[in-house]
């Protein structure tokens, strides 16, 4: 079965620092990952998504194929960036989206 | 563009009674949603796909008697749950494609906070 993992629930940097947010999928075709993100009191939207290859609010993520990962990263994170990041995979042909278990990023002052 | 709006926000029933949660899409047409759980703290699991003028197609383990899906127009579905107990109180969340645009992308309403007395 096709699986999505996010090793940390919890994430907690300082303002300014770098940030990294760990997923890993299991899917033997060519997979499309996307992260979501959920602010608080928020709806789940959109962040960005593999086959892009964009920037949005300072994050980038690449799929590396050969480790089966799609972090996501910024180099200089804000107290805005305080959130739910969930990273999901695609099932080809169903279009259902597997998501993994979510990171609670927290942006310290 | 591209809104889903996810109706009502909240509701608390008695146990026994039944349920109706409405998913639009406001500003496109969706010939397929979908309708996810999410329990506290955990990951949102897909319930169900709803395809427009078909039946909707269940994941594994997800009664369909329980959680009846009506797809009944381009940019209405309803998620029913039946005869709700205690166990069903949950957060229900839907999404929708617009094949306008790319044609993987979700957009997820609000979602419902199910509460069963």
């Known amino acids: 079965a096709q699986r999505v993992t996010q090793p940390e629930k919890l994430l907690s940097v300082f303002k300014g620092a770098p940030v990294e947010l760990k997923c890993n999928y299991s899917?033997?075709?060519?997979?499309?990952l996307f992260w979501y993100v959920q602010y608080s009191r928020q709806r789940l939207q959109l962040l960005l998504r593999h086959i892009s290859r964009e920037s949005i609010k300072g994050f980038t993520a690449d799929l590396n194929k050969g480790e089966t990962s799609f972090h996501l990263k910024k180099p200089f994170a804000q107290e805005e960036d305080s959130a739910m990041y969930y990273c999901?995979?695609?099932?080809?042909?169903?279009?259902?989206?597997?998501f993994g278990q979510g990171t609670r990023l927290t942006i310290n002052p | 563009g591209a809104v889903v709006s996810q109706h009502p926000s909240w509701v608390i029933c008695k146990s026994g009674t039944s349920v109706k949660i409405e998913c639009r899409s406001l500003d496109f047409q969706a010939t397929t949603m979908f309708w996810y759980r999410q329990f506290p703290k955990q990951s949102l699991m897909l319930m169900a796909t709803?395809?427009?003028?078909?039946?909707?197609?269940?994941e594994q383990g997800v009664e369909k008697d329980k959680f009846l899906i009506n797809h009944a127009s381009l940019t209405l579905s309803t998620l029913t749950v039946t005869s709700a107990h205690p166990e069903d109180s949950s957060f229900y969340i839907c999404s929708a494609r617009d094949l306008r645009k790319a044609k993987n992308i979700q957009y997820f309403g609000a979602g419902t906070r199910l509460s069963v007395l």
């Open positions: 899917y033997s075709g060519s997979p499309e």
């Open positions: 999901a995979s695609l099932i080809q042909g169903a279009q259902k989206l597997v």
């Open positions: 709803s395809n427009e003028g078909s039946k909707a197609t269940y």
